[in-house]
């Protein structure tokens, strides 16, 4: 079965978290939320969920993917953290898929995993970051070898519809999406 970590830190933005772990799920991969320091976590518009587990639990097992959810001051948490940065590196030395959405590419420029990599991300998060060979794309969704990065909010399904693709093939994603009535 399919694997996906979520980390989750104070000031995640719950459209991002929510959509990813509920798409995901639909379609049959195994998603485990991880809160950095306690299980209820409360996201940037106050609204607080129960996380699966904590990250030092996570860190025991190795994953198929690795999602990062933006929102303020989550994606600085992520970013600051050094058992998400040690995560972020080990899963792209083991060739495994990386994701961040919003302004948690924050995260993957400081683990070194958007140098030389097409990305996106929220206007203004990652666009003055001085990371080298980075070329910043406008696209929804981005994909450069196991990296994959997203926008915001807006394009939370499409990402999650994505990655559930990479995971789980076309077919899946299809079905999942036409099941939310999401078109095309």
Do not use: W
Not at 40 to 48: E, F, T
Not at 118 to 129: C, E, N
């Amino acid at each position: 079965m399919a694997t996906a970590l979520l980390p989750l830190a104070e000031g995640f933005e719950e459209i991002e978290a929510i959509t990813v772990i509920d798409v995901l799920r639909r379609g049959g991969v195994s998603v485990t939320s991880a809160a950095l320091s306690q299980r209820l976590v409360k996201g940037a518009h106050g609204i607080a969920i129960e996380a699966d587990t904590l990250l030092e639990t996570a860190l025991q097992k190795d994953f198929d993917l690795i999602v990062l959810p933006g929102g303020l001051p989550g994606a600085h948490h992520l970013r600051d953290d050094s058992r998400v940065q040690n995560l972020l590196q080990r899963a792209a030395q083991q060739g495994r898929y990386t994701a961040a959405i919003c302004a948690a590419p924050l995260a993957l420029a400081s683990a070194g995993l958007l140098n030389n990599k097409r990305a996106t991300g929220y206007p203004g998060s990652i666009d003055k970051l001085k990371v080298p060979g980075m070329t910043l794309q406008n696209d929804d969704v981005v994909q450069d070898g196991k990296v994959i990065t997203s926008r915001g909010p807006a394009t939370a399904m499409s990402f999650a519809l994505y990655l559930l693709q990479l995971l789980k093939g076309e077919d899946v994603a299809r079905q999942v999406g036409a099941g939310m009535l999401v078109e095309g």
